[in-house]
């Protein structure tokens, strides 16, 4: 065999090899690759000659919004069985005690929906659905704001009366031995407020910064009798009260006989020994009275309250005797006066 005859079969091969080659390599430059993409949860399964992610979303006209999230970088090259996704935002409606706010979020988490407009979340704060949730696109989320608020308050702790009996005191003397004060009680309050709306209210602390003071009062047992000449009288309360007299003679009353109203009391009854002119806001029109001497001369004895005067207030008594030489003679003085049961 000669060496051009070699040659020349050299050369057949390799040429052969060459058109193999090339047939290879556009066999698998127009293969195509698998490709598979979630879009908004629907699965797209593609063959594809695209070189890039974002050639390939065009050639397949597949919708991409503002903000919308694809998980991987759109110069991606194609390779066979590549799997990506993409999410476009998607309304949510967030309510802030009755304030709307619109927002578009890639996400399904209430959490992260909330994150996307803008807000936080404080530590108390809370949303329904809860924010681990995932919700659906239009979903209306409830936001609630908590904050609590510690305020002192301090109230007053009433005293107690405590009462201590004295046999030697007349019955309904009441004195008060120790006189009360109130205490001061100080709390700690938690107020928790929801959308400013005050939801509840805590006590954390009491504290007893005061105690209060009880008022003792003393009160008489000791029954209430008078040696008179009719023998032991009961009495319900006495008073000692400054006494004057006055009788039916014009010095004392300005009228004179035969004058309208002479001799006649302001109960309407006959002016007569035994009747007083008292203060009817001290004694009672109709009380029946016993008037002692304090100066050891003789008591007036027996009354009864059935008259009044201009010049008898408060604590004072007006005395009726027969005759003005009477009255001249008892004159001004102090005496006491027991109201009779």
């Given at each position: ?11 057949k091969?390799l ?16 293969q195509?690759?698998?490709?598979t ?11 594809s000659?695209s070189n890039?992610?974002?050639e ?10 503002e ?8 110069n991606?090259k ?6 990506f996704?993409?999410?476009?935002p998607?309304n ?5 005690n009755?304030?709307l ?10 959490e ?8 936080e979340?404080g530590?108390?704060d ?6 681990t949730?995932?919700v659906?696109p239009n ?5 609630y704001r ?5 305020e ?5 702790i009433?005293?107690?009366?405590q009462v201590i009996?004295?046999k030697?005191?007349?019955r309904?003397?009441v ?30 602390k ?6 209060p003071?009880?008022q ?15 023998g032991?009288?009961?009495?319900k309360k006495?008073?000692?009260m400054?006494?004057t007299a006055?009788s ?14 002479y001799?006649?009391?302001a109960s309407g009854?006959?002016?007569r ?13 109709g ?8 100066d ?6 027996f ?9 008898i207030?408060g ?9 003005e030489?009477e009255?001249y003679?008892?004159?001004?003085r102090?005496?006491k ?5």
């Amino acid at each position: 065999m000669d060496s051009n005859k070699i040659k020349k079969d050299k050369f057949k091969v390799l040429a052969i090899l060459a058109i193999v080659a090339t047939i290879l390599v556009g066999f698998i430059m127009y293969q195509g690759n698998d490709v598979t993409v979630d879009v908004d949860g629907v699965i797209i399964q593609k063959v594809s000659y695209s070189n890039t992610v974002e050639e390939f979303i065009k050639s397949e006209n597949i919708n991409i919004e503002e903000g919308a999230y694809i998980s991987v970088p759109l110069n991606t090259k194609i390779n066979d069985d590549i799997e990506f996704t993409i999410k476009n935002p998607k309304n949510y409606t967030i309510d802030v005690n009755g304030d709307l706010f619109e927002v578009k979020s890639v996400h399904t988490k209430v959490e992260d929906i909330i994150k996307d407009a803008g807000m936080e979340l404080g530590e108390l704060d809370y949303t329904l659905p809860e924010k681990t949730k995932e919700v659906s696109p239009n979903t209306v989320i409830e936001l609630y704001r908590v904050t609590e608020v510690v305020e002192i308050v301090e109230e007053e702790i009433p005293f107690e009366e405590q009462v201590i009996t004295n046999k030697n005191k007349d019955r309904g003397v009441v004195d008060v031995v120790q006189k009360g004060k109130t205490g001061l009680k100080r709390s700690e309050i938690k107020n928790e407020y929801i959308n400013g709306v005050l939801n509840s209210s805590v006590v954390i602390k009491d504290e007893i910064v005061e105690e209060p003071v009880p008022q003792i009062v003393e009160k008489g047992t000791k029954e209430l009798v008078i040696a008179t000449s009719r023998g032991d009288t009961r009495y319900k309360k006495s008073m000692v009260m400054t006494a004057t007299a006055y009788s039916a003679s014009y010095e004392s009353t300005g009228k004179k006989p035969g004058d309208k109203y002479y001799g006649i009391t302001a109960s309407g009854t006959k002016a007569r020994p035994g009747v007083v002119a008292v203060d009817p806001r001290v004694i009672p029109l109709g009380t029946r009275l016993y008037i002692q001497s304090l100066d050891g001369t003789k008591d007036y004895g027996f009354a009864i309250a059935e008259d009044k005067g201009s010049a008898i207030k408060g604590n004072k008594i007006d005395l009726f005797f027969e005759t003005e030489a009477e009255c001249y003679s008892f004159g001004r003085r102090k005496v006491k006066v027991y109201v009779l049961e």
